[in-house]
């Protein structure tokens, strides 16, 4: 099994069109094999230290795919090409972090 944090940050003021777009897609993401997790969710302020800064313009997507193959195949999915180019002027940039239990 492999974990992923997904930070897709957006243009500014455009978070809450991402979010309604994720929310469409998740559905379908959701039934692919191998997929076992896929939500999203934003910085919350909280009185703990350490706590980076909140960032207004990302949306967290925090996934687990029963394997790295299972992953690949979800990236190169139709609905993904669609979702992507769909949202090309409200996502600026996205920062992977792939994950292995311990």
């Given at each position: 099994?492999?974990?992923?944090?997904?930070?897709?940050?957006?243009?500014?003021?455009?978070?809450?069109?991402?979010?309604?777009?994720?929310?469409?897609?998740?559905?379908?993401?959701?039934?692919?094999?191998?997929?076992?997790?896929?939500?999203?969710?934003?910085?919350?302020?909280?009185?703990?230290?350490?706590?980076?800064?909140?960032?207004?313009?990302?949306?967290?997507?925090?996934?687990?795919?029963?394997?790295?193959?299972?992953?690949?195949?979800?990236?190169?999915?139709?609905?993904?090409?669609?979702?992507?180019?769909?949202?090309?002027?409200?996502i600026t940039g996205v920062s992977l972090q792939v994950l292995s239990p311990v």
């Amino acid at each position: 099994m492999i974990h992923v944090i997904a930070a897709l940050t957006t243009a500014p003021g455009k978070r809450d069109e991402l979010i309604e777009a994720f929310k469409q897609v998740a559905p379908t993401v959701r039934a692919e094999d191998g997929c076992i997790e896929y939500n999203a969710a934003v910085d919350v302020q909280t009185p703990l230290d350490g706590q980076s800064d909140l960032r207004d313009d990302v949306l967290t997507v925090v996934e687990k795919w029963e394997s790295i193959d299972a992953l690949k195949a979800h990236l190169a999915t139709s609905h993904m090409e669609q979702f992507f180019t769909a949202m090309g002027d409200v996502i600026t940039g996205v920062s992977l972090q792939v994950l292995s239990p311990v």
